[in-house]
């Protein structure tokens, strides 16, 4: 017998694009807290579609939009990386953060020598 993750995974290699998954299904594909989830919903992160079932009122997450979760834009460069922690990721390298916060400074100091 086929477990949901394997279905789930037929149904993404398909590219299905209307494909719907619950908070809690999508979780454990990505393997985060459901909480994570639904405040990645509430931020945007994902698209939402809410359905009603058995007189409840269910968040339910495209299945072709958690290939991008984890996929941050560099502040630096632009470039499109993937992170571990999407929440606390700003820069794809240790350079570009340190380049970003150098010019930053400059700026502060160029401001107050005015």
């Given at each position: 017998m086929k477990s949901s993750n394997d279905i789930l995974h037929q149904k993404r290699q398909k590219n299905e694009p209307n494909v719907l998954i619950t908070a809690q299904a999508a979780a454990e594909q990505l393997g985060v807290h459901v909480d994570s989830v639904m405040l990645?919903?509430?931020?945007g992160r994902f698209p939402e579609v809410l359905r009603r079932q058995g007189g409840k009122v269910k968040a339910f997450v495209p299945l072709a939009a958690l290939d991008h979760a984890f996929e941050v834009q560099c502040r630096?460069?632009?470039k499109t990386f993937r992170a571990k922690h999407p929440a606390k990721a700003r820069y794809c390298c240790v350079m570009h953060r340190d380049r970003?916060?150098?010019a930053l400074r400059r700026n502060e100091q160029l401001r107050n020598d005015a």
């Open positions: 990645w919903i509430k931020n630096w460069c632009g970003h916060m150098y």
